[in-house]
T-cell receptor, first 113, second 113 residues
Framework: GDSVTQMEGPVTLSEEAFLTINCTYT??????LFWYVQYPGEGLQLLLK?????DKGSNKGFEATYRKETTSFHLEKGSVQVSDSAVYFC????????????FGKGTRLSVIA | DARVTQTPRDKVTEMGQEVTMRCQPI?????VFWYRQTMMQGLELLAY????????DSGMPKDRFSAEMPDATLATLKIQPSEPRDSAVYFC???????????FGQGTRLTVV
């Protein structure tokens, strides 16, 4: 079945460092791909998405490119801030009509000043 | 700004008591999801509805959990009787379809003592 694999956390970075959180997927068909972010005490929020191969999703300085050849959707940011500390979830849309989003296990990011 | 509303935000109850969590999906969304999040298990899909009809509730313990949508503006998740192992954050999410992005509420933090 469909699945998403994220790099294990936690990830700790200094402010202004470059961020990469790896995400690879297994799916039949052509899923849409998503990154969600969960700040402490909050629900998950959609950060960005891409619906077809080679699409780049971007938001708040974060980017991810849908790479079908490597089945990947890695999240990147050029310069992280303390306020980016959160848990990040990669997800894909189900491959059949009634299959909901499949989430990865999440990667906790801590940014220190 | 449209959002999913969940009540209560926090609930502490004694083992054996009935717990009801409520969710108001975003107006115009026809799909509602219930998730549970714990440190040990991460994010688990409990059940989901489309156009108020249950599509899948295989993620729920059948003997004690029930989910309903009395109308298009209200979804409920009920636990009876509650047990300490039910302690978790319960999220409701809504979307315009099963396979599209889901918008999450802020969650209900349940503690069963």
């Amino acid at each position: 079945g469909d699945s998403v694999t994220q790099m294990e956390g936690p990830v700790t970075l200094s402010e202004e460092a470059f961020l990469t959180i790896n995400c690879t997927y297994t799916a039949t068909g052509y899923p849409s791909l998503f990154w969600y972010v969960q700040y402490p005490g909050e629900g998950l929020q959609l950060l960005l998405k891409a619906t077809k191969a080679d699409d780049k999703g971007s938001n708040k300085g974060f980017e991810a490119t849908y790479r079908k050849e490597t089945t990947s959707f890695h999240l990147e940011k050029g310069s992280v801030q303390v306020s980016d500390s959160a848990v990040y979830f990669c997800a894909l849309s189900g491959s059949s009509g009634n299959t909901p989003l499949v989430f990865g296990k999440g990667t906790r990011l801590s940014v220190i000043a | 700004d449209a959002r999913v509303t969940q009540t209560p935000r926090d609930k502490v109850t004694e083992m054996g008591q009935e717990v009801t969590m409520r969710c108001q999906p975003i107006l115009g969304h026809n799909t509602v999801f219930w998730y549970r999040q714990t440190m040990m298990q991460g994010l688990e899909l409990l059940a989901y509805f489309r156009n108020r009809a249950p599509l899948d509730d295989s993620g729920m313990p059948k003997d004690r959990f029930s989910a309903e949508m009395p109308d298009a503006t209200l979804a409920t998740l009920k636990i009876q009787p509650s047990e300490p192992r039910d302690s978790a954050v319960y999220f409701c999410a809504s979307g315009k379809g099963v396979r599209t992005e889901a918008f999450f509420g802020q969650g209900t933090r349940l503690t069963v003592v």
